[in-house]
């Protein structure tokens, strides 16, 4: 049985490079962070959710988590299980009559009943081995000074494919940490009014 370690949503990102929105996982008991690609409607229902939004009418992953329910299941956690040619698959894990049910999902629509039913997202270890970024490698990676085509992280260093995933996962947190440290600076600046501003309520 894999192991499955717990990530919370982090924030909710749009690429400068591509403009496709992306969900930020971070581990909850350590510094790694896991970038997954989704798309604007996906992106948009997560936030709802997460910002606690009412909407007049269900939407699709309301629905869905109400058909559990009412079915007499119970959803019990969200898994990340695997990821095969640079697509996460993941899991919807039911439990029904004291039986586990598993449903085949896509790692955004998971999340976004996930945060709607306030069930554990978690991951499997080898994803987060295979695919997280730890903030020092970001660091470490650009510093260096090396030919074209070198430098990258070297988990993925096996076919062209997972270098040019790496590498685009790796820009997209150079970007988010550099608007992270943008945004802290912000804060800092503002002073005592950081805490009664709308973006902090």
Known sequence: MQQLIEVKIDSLRVSLTNQQRIVVLKQVDADRFLPIWIGPYEA????I???????????????????????????????????????FFGTLVIEKD???????????????????????????SKVMDEASIIP????ETSEEESPAGEGKPSVEAESDTKVS?????????????????????????????????????
């Open 49 to 87: 959710a997460l910002q606690e939004i009412e909407v007049s009418r269900p939407q699709t992953h309301d629905l869905l988590n109400s058909m559990i329910g009412q079915l007499g299941g119970r959803l019990t956690r969200v898994e990340i299980s695997a990821l095969k040619d640079d697509i």
């Open 165 to 201: 995933f790496d590498d685009e996962r790796l820009s997209i947190f150079e970007e988010y940490f550099k608007n992270k440290d943008e945004d802290d600076s912000g804060d800092e600046e503002k002073g005592s009014q950081t805490d009664d501003s709308p973006e902090n309520k």
């Open 98 to 124: 004291g039986k586990e049910i598993e449903v085949d999902s896509r790692p955004s629509d998971a999340i976004a009943v996930a945060v709607r039913a306030h069930v554990p997202i978690l991951v499997s």
């Open 136 to 139: 020092e490698e970001i660091n």
């Open 44 to 47: 948009e229902a997560i936030t």
